[in-house]
């Protein structure tokens, strides 16, 4: 069943490393190891609890989008779970860059992970005396544009609901997936290629892995923080974007009513970048094809994503010398 599922939202991305064969280097505690013989102890709580947090993160054209703001939720959610991390966050910011520039990457996936580090097989942290960070990076390619080519997933609304915001909190990107496994399982035995899910009363929350919204008129709203979300950086991008291209944004409560009958849908996230959804339990979205607001909010995000200022250089110097050979 497995080799048969369609695609997701998230998965389009993933093959674009197949024909890499270069060697590629992990970052584990401090050293560059290659892929083939990275790994960490059987005893590491982030393997034997899902104890720890992690962060996805995009490079394009030598600059990591929005890197500091990635840094920044990381941090945030150790702080929530109680993780200490022993590097500063300007020495995080450093050692992601050090990776990339060991793999020779201008075009990259970045999966940066913090574990509790290595215990027992008691659930007590306070026996995880150190813990352990874990920077991946892949080739990767941008998403496929839905002004210029056929582009959209189905979806349908899953039967599995976040959790409670007192709960298991997904404001905090945990190692923790298994509610969006499940949902996701849904989604394969469908046969659709992404699984929208509802919070604990019954509103709109987020996909399996990405955040998402919807269009009706010249009005977007995307699920308040209430519902169980993610504080995504591409929703927050796209939120930036919409507002300053005049459309009339909100933060709030969605019902599936409301969700069905949009006019436009289509979901956010770091891998996904932005993705149109044209069917969701077999109704049709709008015309059930690629709508301008959709197509429009990408044509900017494209944009937003190739200047240098929108994140951190992987290579400053290359930079510099282009800088000082436009002076010349």
Request: charged share 25%; net charge neutral; proline share 4%.
């Amino acid at each position: 069943m497995k080799g048969n599922s369609p695609s997701s939202a998230f998965d389009r991305s993933e093959s674009a490393g197949k024909e890499f064969e270069r060697e590629l280097y992990v970052y584990v505690n401090g050293q560059l190891i290659e892929k083939d013989k990275a790994c960490i102890s059987v005893m590491d709580h982030g393997l034997l609890y899902g104890d720890g947090v992690f962060e996805g993160i995009r490079a394009y054209n030598g600059v990591v989008f929005r890197l500091r703001e990635h840094i920044e939720r990381l941090y945030d959610s150790a702080n929530y779970i109680r993780l200490s991390i022993p590097l500063k966050k300007e020495h995080m910011i450093q050692a992601v860059l050090e990776t990339l520039r060991k793999n020779r990457l201008r075009d990259a996936y970045i999966r940066l992970l913090i574990t509790r580090g290595v215990g027992d097989l008691g659930l007590n942290p306070m026996n995880c005396k150190d813990s352990s960070i874990v920077i991946i990076t892949e080739p990767a390619v941008p998403s496929t544009d839905p002004r210029s080519k056929s582009a959209g997933i189905t979806a349908i609304i899953s039967s599995i609901r976040r959790d409670p915001v007192d709960a298991t909190s997904h404001e905090v990107k945990s190692l923790n997936y298994l509610n969006s496994i499940l949902a996701r399982w849904e989604a394969i035995e469908a046969g659709v290629n992404e699984a929208i899910m509802l919070d604990t009363q019954g509103f709109v929350s987020e996909a399996t892995a990405e955040n998402i919204f919807i269009v009706r008129g010249n009005a977007i709203a995307t699920p308040s923080t209430d519902s169980a979300i993610l504080h995504g950086v591409t929703r927050h991008a796209v939120i930036e974007i919409a507002q300053d291209l005049g459309y009339s944004v909100s933060e709030r409560r969605i019902t599936p009513f409301e969700l069905l009958n949009a006019e436009e849908v289509f979901l956010t996230g770091t891998l996904a970048e932005i993705v149109p959804v044209l069917k969701i339990n077999g109704r049709i979205i709008g015309s059930g094809k690629v709508g301008p607001v959709t197509a429009r909010i990408y044509g900017e995000f494209s944009s937003m994503r190739a200047r240098p200022s929108a994140g951190i250089q992987i290579y400053p110097d290359e930079q510099a010398e282009l800088l000082a050979s436009k002076q010349k």
